[in-house]
């Protein structure tokens, strides 16, 4: 039943042009869905367009997709300013507007109204719950989490959301068309706050801010204990493999003796504050954890694009 609904899913609305929604409309128009883009005003709209047109260029001339097909992808890719244009035809809308709990409530009760009863409604939340940002909207069950990562063209997951209120049919719709767009969705059953790849990642983040803070290693370092050492297993190893290769019962002997040294402060640190109040913002302000004058901060960016664009040559 699933299957069948997803081949009939042609048009999808994106709600918010910025960072992550244009990128969204690419990835939908790339596989040949309609879209229609919608954002607040036209300069928005324009900057969104010429975003997909500089990040399908770059992708050609890394081999990934074909120069020629760029104006037939952008073809694809309609834009508004007008939420109800946008709701009116779509079978499935994306929101990716600014992070705000009170806008994307008022958002998903406009867009329940203004949809088709059988649409389904997905939020691009980094944390907010589902469920409450579900809560002004008649219809709950067709609401859902699509968190994707940016640059979302380039990064395969997709953590799919259950709400509180989120119907099978919603999610088993939504996580074929992740699939049928090339996407890697996966399943995430309660909609807990950071739902898991963000719980993962801060956590870890949280450990390494704590070494630092605590004087052990330098923040450099800490670094390259990830990129030099385990963080080369990740991409084929997560943790729970890693612990099955190794075994349970080493994992526990390792956990009986270190978890009681880790870091679990429930509040950020004082550290992290302290940087934040006196300006210390990274590559923004050209120092973080790190000096980062311009072209040190350029030069990691593209390191990690060109990366990136090395990996999705393999996908
Ligand atoms: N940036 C990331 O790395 C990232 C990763 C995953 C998820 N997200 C989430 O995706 C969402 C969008 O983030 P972003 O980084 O693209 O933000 P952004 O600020 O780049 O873009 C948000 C866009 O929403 C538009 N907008 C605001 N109010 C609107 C309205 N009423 N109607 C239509 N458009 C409106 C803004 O004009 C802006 O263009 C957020 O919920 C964010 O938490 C971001």
Known sequence: MAEQHVGQIRKVAIIGAGLMGHGLAQIFAGKGKEVILMDLNEDLLKKGLAGIRSNLSLMAEHGIGKAQEIDGVLSRVRTTTDLGEAAREAQFVVEAVSENLDLKQKIFRDLDALCQPDAVLATNTSVISITEIASKAKGKARIVGTHFWNPPYLIPLVEVIRGNETSNRTMDLTLDLMKAIGKHPVRVNKDVPGFVGNRLQHALWREAISIVERGIADAATVDECIR?????RLP??????????????????IHSYILQHLESSPAPSPMLKRKVEQGELGFKSGRGFQEWPPEKAQESRKRLLEYLLDVNKRF
């Open 236 to 253: 084929i190893l997560g943790p729970l493999e890693n612990a099955d290769m190794v075994g349970t019962d080493l994992t526990l002997a």
């Open 228 to 232: 030099f050492g385990f963080g080369l």
